[in-house]
């Protein structure tokens, strides 16, 4: 099995990227914005969630021609897209849940819905036509994005002061209102996984996120051509559409945009520095390479990048593309590029450790590289 596997850092210099629902404690006024953070007893370390992250690829990914997104459909107390990996994209990559309760009658009766794809109807206990549920664990993962070291989260006291003319609650014009939110100044690092043998392939299996496709499904693959994997229970995309999809997915990763308060913080959340690999494992092998220093900024281990390296040399079915945004933690670089440099730490391996090939450039130079790859070795996704 090969996937993609990266790790990857935003420099967040004064942000609010994913919001809360708390109060602020102690505010001075009643109309606040929280962040989120993890509290322990080391300090706050803010977050952005992984479904927030989701929802910045989602939507950079539905401005590109070549991509088509999945509806959405807001039930009683649920919502889910059309749950149609054939049809839709992110429905391939992002998985989907579409189990539909009680209220059939009404859903049918509304325009949006009939608007999904169908479900396959069985009779339930009470002999009344249920849909069936469909489900499919996400080839696509993402972690939480946290703060490389815990921060002291500012409180902001701003008002809303462009009321000039009098009203009739005001007469004289009122008081200027008051409003507080949090932000923080910190770097983010998270990891990536995309299991490129999945990107494509659906099962019908009658298990809980196996179940991608019900008969309704399964008939549009055979309308569609997909080739039929008997033996796996599974329908196959062309190669062309997978191949597409994941190179989407990294184009959309190298220009990401997105976050909370992005008018009053504009904060890039392009990464601005990418470790990325192709390997035939889903353990990613990046998770320890860069801590925070005593000052609470990013570090790179030198010594636990090449442990990583020398290890799973032989799980490395690709070049190892880092990338690294000029003008960021530029001594931290200079530290990685005397290691790369003819006799450094980076060149010189063991005779048992397969020869392990890094580069360094601008991270959406890394997805580019990466991107390439994908089309000269369709064979990762078999």
């Given at each position: 099995m090969s996937f993609l596997t990266g790790l990857l850092l935003i420099d967040a210099p004064a942000s609010a990227l994913n919001n809360s629902n708390d109060p602020i404690p102690n505010a001075r006024t009643e109309n606040t914005s929280s962040v989120k953070y993890i509290h322990t007893r080391s300090g706050d370390y803010p977050y952005v969630s992984g479904q927030a992250v989701r929802a910045w690829l989602r939507s950079g990914l539905e401005d590109r021609p070549d991509w088509k997104s999945s509806p959405v459909y807001r039930d009683a107390k649920v919502s889910y897209t059309a749950g149609d990996p054939i049809n839709y994209d992110d429905d391939d990559l992002f998985g989907y849940m579409r189990a539909p309760g009680e209220g059939r009658e009404t859903r049918l009766a509304d325009p949006a819905y009939l608007a999904l794809t169908p479900l396959d109807?069985?009779?339930?206990?009470?002999?009344?036509?249920?849909?069936?549920?469909?489900?499919?664990?996400?080839?696509?993962?993402?972690?939480?994005?946290?703060?490389?070291?815990?921060?002291?989260?500012?409180?902001?006291?701003?008002?809303?002061?462009?009321?000039?003319?009098?009203?009739?609650?005001?007469?004289?014009?009122?008081?200027?209102?008051?409003?507080?939110?949090?932000?923080?100044?910190?770097?983010?690092?998270?990891?990536?996984?995309?299991?490129?043998?999945?990107v494509g392939r659906f099962t019908y299996q009658d298990k809980t996120g196996r179940r991608n496709l019900d008969e309704v499904r399964k008939k549009l693959a055979e309308e569609r051509g997909l080739t039929h994997l008997q033996g796996e229970a599974a329908y196959l995309l062309p190669e062309k559409d997978r191949v597409?999809?994941?190179?989407?997915?990294?184009?959309?990763?190298?220009?990401l945009e997105g976050?909370?308060?992005?008018?009053?913080?504009?904060?890039?959340?392009?990464?601005?520095?990418?470790?990325?690999?192709?390997?035939?494992?889903?353990?990613?092998?990046?998770?320890?390479?860069?801590?925070?220093?005593?000052?609470?900024?990013?570090?790179?281990?030198?010594?636990?990048l090449y442990e990583a390296l020398r290890v799973n040399s032989h799980d490395l079915l690709s070049t190892v593309y880092i990338g690294w945004v000029r003008g960021y933690l530029d001594e931290e670089r200079a530290k990685l590029e005397s290691a790369l440099a003819e006799g450094g730490k980076l060149t010189e391996w063991p005779e048992e450790t397969r020869q392990i090939n890094i580069e360094l450039k601008h991270p959406r130079e890394a997805f580019d590289a990466l991107d390439h790859d994908i089309s000269a070795h369709v064979d990762w996704l078999a």
């Open positions: 109807i069985e009779k339930n206990k009470q002999g009344k036509d249920q849909e069936q549920a469909v489900t499919r664990i996400a080839p696509f993962r993402v972690s939480t994005l946290v703060s490389v070291a815990p921060v002291n989260i500012t409180v902001d006291y701003g008002t809303m002061a462009r009321q000039e003319a009098g009203t009739l609650a005001y007469p004289s014009g009122p008081d200027p209102v008051p409003y507080e939110h949090q932000f923080y100044r910190t770097t983010l690092q998270g990891l990536i996984s995309l299991d490129l043998r999945r597409r999809r994941v190179q989407a997915l990294l184009q959309a990763f190298a220009r976050g909370a308060k992005f008018a009053v913080h504009y904060t890039d959340v392009s990464p601005d520095i990418v470790l990325l690999a192709a390997t035939k494992g889903g353990n990613n092998i990046f998770g320890h390479v860069i801590k925070a220093n005593v000052r609470g900024l990013p570090e790179l281990n030198i010594e636990a």
